[in-house]
């Protein structure tokens, strides 16, 4: 089955980009698609198909894919950036997740 | 507004049943795919299965294939998870979602609140 790779955590400065990597075997052919989790919250889809950003999602948010990495930026940081976020996959007739990237802003 | 609202989670004995539901409202239920996802306690995110808008159940996670079955009544706007031989690694919350495209299967664009299911003796 196919796998995807996530660092476990990113630390971030208010007002400076985050860059969350998503690691799988020539992803560039896939649409990847990125989730936002809160505590306590369902998971709110962020991007899609590897660059369009969900509707109400800020222009801080961009997503890239190339090769065997896709990437989620968040630009200028906010505090109400800090949540879990997953990439995603439709691979097989299955979804498949990264196993997360926790932000946290310093 | 779209709105999912999942139901029947709890505490169940290891080996027995419990039948989830997500029921749908603020969209044309019958023109979307609908999808299980499951997320244990402090883990991530696991898709657990899907049911096509026009072509029928789409798959299972290997780790409940034979024991879980996905199903969905569009008259009740409804999506259901049957789920037998539970296991105390079935424990998570539940959630459903929404695909975000009728022909495009896997971009879920709306999710529900989760419902939590135990198993535990």
């Known amino acids: 089955s196919y796998v995807l790779t996530q660092p476990p955590s990113v630390s971030v400065a208010p007002g400076k980009t985050a860059t969350i990597t998503c690691v799988g075997d020539n992803i560039e052919t896939y649409g990847v698609h990125w989730y936002q989790q809160k505590p306590g919250q369902a998971p709110v889809l962020v991007v899609y198909?590897?660059?369009d950003r969900h509707s109400g999602v800020p222009e801080r948010f961009s997503g890239s894919n190339s090769g065997s990495t896709a990437t989620l930026t968040i630009s200028r940081v906010e505090a109400g950036d800090e949540a879990d976020y997953y990439c995603q996959v439709w691979d097989n007739d299955s979804g498949v997740f990264g196993p997360g990237t926790r932000v946290t802003v310093l | 507004e779209v709105q999912l609202m999942e139901s029947g989670g709890g505490l169940v004995q290891p080996g027995r049943s419990l039948r989830l539901t997500c029921v749908a409202s603020g969209f044309t239920f019958e023109d979307y795919g609908m999808h299980w996802v499951r997320q244990a306690p402090g883990k991530g995110l696991e898709w657990v299965s899907g049911f096509s808008w026009n072509s029928g159940v789409i798959g299972y996670a290997d780790s409940v294939k034979g024991r879980f079955t996905i199903s969905r009544d569009n008259a009740k706007n409804s999506l259901y998870l049957e789920m037998n031989s539970l296991r105390p690694d079935d424990t998570a919350l539940y959630y459903c979602?929404?695909?975000?495209?009728?022909?495009?299967?896997?971009?879920?664009?709306?999710w529900g609140q989760g419902v939590l299911v135990t198993v535990s003796s």
């Open positions: 979602a929404k695909d975000m495209e009728w022909n495009d299967p896997g971009t879920y664009d709306y």
């Open positions: 198909d590897d660059f």
